[in-house]
């Protein structure tokens, strides 16, 4: 249950993020500055928290000599694995980047729904890595929440003059990144420690967001004015807060399982948007939030009720 917790917590923060990008467009700010320093500010809080565990690793290990017990040192990530973590953190600056594209191009209750169809995108990615049908209580899962993000999402009350195509297409690729994004960080090195992880993916991120659209941001001195607090509160809910904890729960609960409690960022968004954009949000669009919330806690609902009959056969 903790890892679920996790990985969930992780979500919701992610369903903070569309909020706060659409209010740093509305102040002028370009998808390489909002996504940009993202990704900087993310990266670099992570790396202070590797650092801070660093040293509490160290206090601890020289407390342990000088009482003279037996320790064994903590071991240090290889070159290779540096580089597969890296090479796993493309997906999370690529994601940003399609997604927040998205959002210059259509609203962002289209764009998440977009956004949202990693949930049976990561079930298919694992369903073909693993040879292994989802069994009836996924598949359930899965109609549950996209019934419940086609409701939230407003899609069905929306005029169709609304779907521009170029946003489409980068809310679906958007997406699939983000589905690669699970998929790896159940896979990659899952022996190092979360923090190490997530440093080293945020940091082949970093480098994938800078590579396609460099950080002038830095040197025209932008970062220092309002651009840095929209740029810490996007780095500590979208960049910081979710990798950890999702480096943290996910190899231990399956892609599959995360991609369906990573639903939970639609009900957040949805209530972001309400409460602090104004936006209006229908009866259809809160029923909608209902579905995915009980989506997301199915499964486990489902489980107890298959322990309840076991108990009751025994």
């Known amino acids: 249950m903790r890892n ?29 500055e909002v996504a940009g320093s993202q990704l900087l500010m993310g990266t670099a809080l992570t790396w202070l928290l590797v650092a801070a565990n660093g040293w509490k690793k160290k206090r601890t290990l020289r407390k342990s000599v000088e009482a003279g017990r037996a320790v064994i040192p903590p071991q240090r990530l290889v070159w290779k694995q540096r580089l597969l973590l890296m090479a ?20 962002a209750s289209l764009a998440i729904i977009l956004l949202f ?42 005029d169709a003059g609304q779907f521009q195509m170029w946003g489409v297409i980068l809310g679906l690729l958007s997406a699939l990144s983000y ?4 998929l790896f960080n159940g896979r990659v090195v899952t022996q190092a420690p979360p923090a190490s992880r997530s440093a080293w993916m945020m940091t082949g991120g970093l480098i994938t967001s800078w590579s396609i659209l460099p950080p002038g941001f830095i040197l025209n001195g932008e970062l220092w004015g309002e651009l840095l607090l929209y740029a810490f509160l996007l780095g500590l809910f979208g960049a910081f807060i ?21 639903a939970a960022e639609l009900p957040v968004a949805t209530l972001m948007s309400s409460f602090v954009l104004g936006e209006y949000v229908s009866a259809l669009q809160w029923t909608g939030v209902v579905l995915v ?18 108990r009751m056969i025994q």
């Open 179 to 182: 589905s690669l994004f699970v």
């Open 117 to 158: 169809q990693f949930t049976w995108i990561g079930v298919m990615i694992q369903t073909v890595s693993s040879r292994k049908r989802p069994d009836n209580r996924m598949l359930i899962t899965l109609a549950v929440l996209l019934t419940g993000t086609l409701f939230a999402a407003g899609i069905l009350e929306r």
């Open 293 to 310: 919330l009980l989506g997301v806690g199915l499964p486990e609902l489902l489980r107890e009720r298959s322990r309840m009959r076991m």
């Open 242 to 262: 979710p990798p950890v904890l999702f480096a943290a729960g996910v190899p231990h609960i399956g892609e599959g399982t995360a991609a369906v409690l990573g």
């Open 4 to 32: 679920q917790i996790l990985v969930l917590l992780g979500a919701c923060s992610y369903g903070i993020l569309s909020t706060i990008v659409v209010l740093a467009y509305g102040h002028g700010y370009t998808l390489g």
């Open 88 to 107: 796993a953190g493309i997906p999370t600056g690529a994601t940003g980047l399609l997604y927040y594209g998205a959002l210059q191009y259509i609203p």
